[in-house]
T-cell receptor
Framework: EPEVTQTPSHQVTQMGQEVILRCVPI?????FYWYRQILGQKVEFLVS????????KSEIFDDQFSVERPDGSNFTLKIRSTKLEDSAMYFC???????????FGSGTQLSVL | QQQVKQSPQSLIVQKGGIPIINCAYE??????FPWYQQFPGKGPALLIA?????SEKKEGRFTISFNKSAKQFSLHIMDSQPGDSATYFC??????????FGTGTRLQVFP
């Protein structure tokens, strides 16, 4: 089965630093998402992206966050100035159409010290 | 109104047992209800999903029961196996494409 690939698997950063989390969605997918999961808690929606623009974002996705599809294959999440509370597992997901199966990557564990 | 409430938080069963996980929602605009299975260190993987026009859906050993009037749905795992030990999340989606997840149920199946 095709996979969503995320790198790195684990990222450690100092508070206030910028981080970029990278994702390679499945090649024929058009809709892209970031979700996050704080340890032991539920998975929370951050943002959806289609046709090179954000289609929806949650309250969590404030001005410190941005997403980009810099080329035909990568989809990135940037956190400009990380806070302790940004520590979480970040999942990228993609789908071909919005009413089809959503595929999740294995996640990037972000630890902000 | 955007919440999906899930119970129990954890569940322990013997091999062959039938664990049942329950979810409830408020938003009547939700029209797609998937269940995800998550193993440690992995992302959620779609297990089975249902739409509100049917009351039950089976795929292999997994069954979703859906009660539209009560705004509840549940996952049943028949003949559970130790390999089913994982965290299970229910979710819901309405007229946007974001999924609202439940809080998760950690299932342990002992041999």
């Amino acid at each position: 089965e095709p996979e969503v690939t995320q790198t790195p698997s684990h990222q450690v950063t100092q508070m206030g630093q910028e981080v970029i989390l990278r994702c390679v969605p499945i090649s024929n997918h058009l809709y892209f998402y970031w979700y996050r999961q704080i340890l032991g808690q539920k998975v929370e929606f951050l943002v959806s992206f289609y046709n090179n623009e954000i289609s929806e974002k949650s309250e969590i996705f404030d001005d410190q966050f941005s997403v980009e599809r810099p080329d035909g294959s990568n989809f990135t999440l940037k956190i400009r100035s990380t806070k302790l509370e940004d520590s979480a597992m970040y999942f990228c997901a993609s789908t071909r159409r919005t009413n089809e199966k959503l595929f999740f990557g294995s996640g990037t564990q972000l630890s902000v010290l | 109104q955007q919440q999906v409430k899930q119970s129990p938080q954890s569940l322990i069963v013997q091999k062959g047992g039938i664990p049942i996980i329950n979810c409830a929602y408020e938003n009547t605009a939700f029209d797609y209800f998937p269940w995800y299975q998550q193993f440690p260190g992995k992302g959620p993987a779609l297990l089975i999903a249902i739409r509100p026009d049917v009351s039950e859906k089976k795929e292999g050993r997994f069954t979703i029961s859906f009660n539209k009037s009560a705004k509840q749905f549940s996952l049943h795992i028949m003949d559970s196996q130790p390999g089913d030990s994982a965290t299970y999340f229910c979710a819901a989606r309405g007229n946007t494409d974001k999924l609202i997840f439940g809080t998760g149920t950690r299932l342990q199946v002992f041999p």
